[in-house]
């Protein structure tokens, strides 16, 4: 089964700082690899998609490495904004089913 | 475009009832899914639908069951509810399953006392 860990649980950065968001799973063999945004008692929201074949996606402010052969992707937002408040998962699905495993989260606060 | 949709948005049952939740997506999607989020534990699968007509089995299906009534709505159904699941539910859907961008919906917070 994939494990899939995001540290820290929360962080808590000033408005204009650039943060970088952690996310590492066991098992190399990953098909592709997703991060997300949930705001407080909603859904999820899509902010990138990146294929095994890909090193990074941009949207943005926003950028996702990817680095299978470490078993990690970072997360870098810019300037950060207290709008950016909430919490951000990733998601990794490995090549032998349709699924994906979650990491926890992590909860982050950007004050004004 | 509404995305995707669940019904109820809050619901509270008794031990041993049973509810079916609805899940509605207008995006054309494919591949639909079922999740639970806990405290502590992340999103786990419940089951999923790669495509109409199909439906498997994810990483917690124990006492659930699911109906792909047709390509847009994807239901769960609880026959005999416990306190373990406890939970908030989300459906989501992809167009071409896990190799593309799953659309989740707002959720479902169930309690069942």
């Known amino acids: 089964k994939q494990e899939v860990t995001q540290i820290p649980a929360a962080l808590s950065v000033p408005e204009g700082e650039n943060l970088v968001l952690n996310c590492s799973f066991t098992d190399s063999a990953i098909y592709n690899l997703q991060w997300f945004r949930q705001d407080p008692g909603k859904g999820l929201t899509s902010l990138l998609l990146?294929?095994?074949?890909?090193r990074e996606q941009t949207s943005g402010r926003l950028n996702a490495s990817l680095d299978k052969s470490s078993g990690r992707s970072t997360l870098y937002i810019a300037a950060s904004q207290p709008g950016d408040s909430a919490t951000y998962l990733c998601?990794?699905?490995?090549?032998?089913?349709?699924?994906?495993?979650f990491g926890t989260g992590t909860s982050l606060t950007v004050i004004p | 475009n509404a995305g995707v949709t669940q019904t109820p948005k809050f619901q509270v049952l008794k031990t041993g009832q049973s509810m079916t939740l609805q899940c509605a997506q207008d995006m054309n999607h494919n591949s639909m899914y079922w999740y639970r989020q806990d405290p502590g534990m992340g999103l786990r699968l419940i089951y999923y639908s790669a495509s109409e007509g199909t439906t498997d089995k994810g990483e917690v299906p124990n006492g659930y069951n699911v109906s792909r009534l047709n390509k847009r709505e994807f239901s769960l159904r609880l026959e005999s509810a416990a306190p373990s699941q406890t939970s908030v539910y989300f459906c989501a859907s992809s167009w071409a399953g896990s190799t593309d961008t799953q659309y989740f919906g707002p959720g479902t917070r169930l309690t069942v006392l």
């Open positions: 990146i294929q095994s074949s890909q």
């Open positions: 998601a990794a699905n490995i090549n032998t089913g349709n699924q994906f495993y």
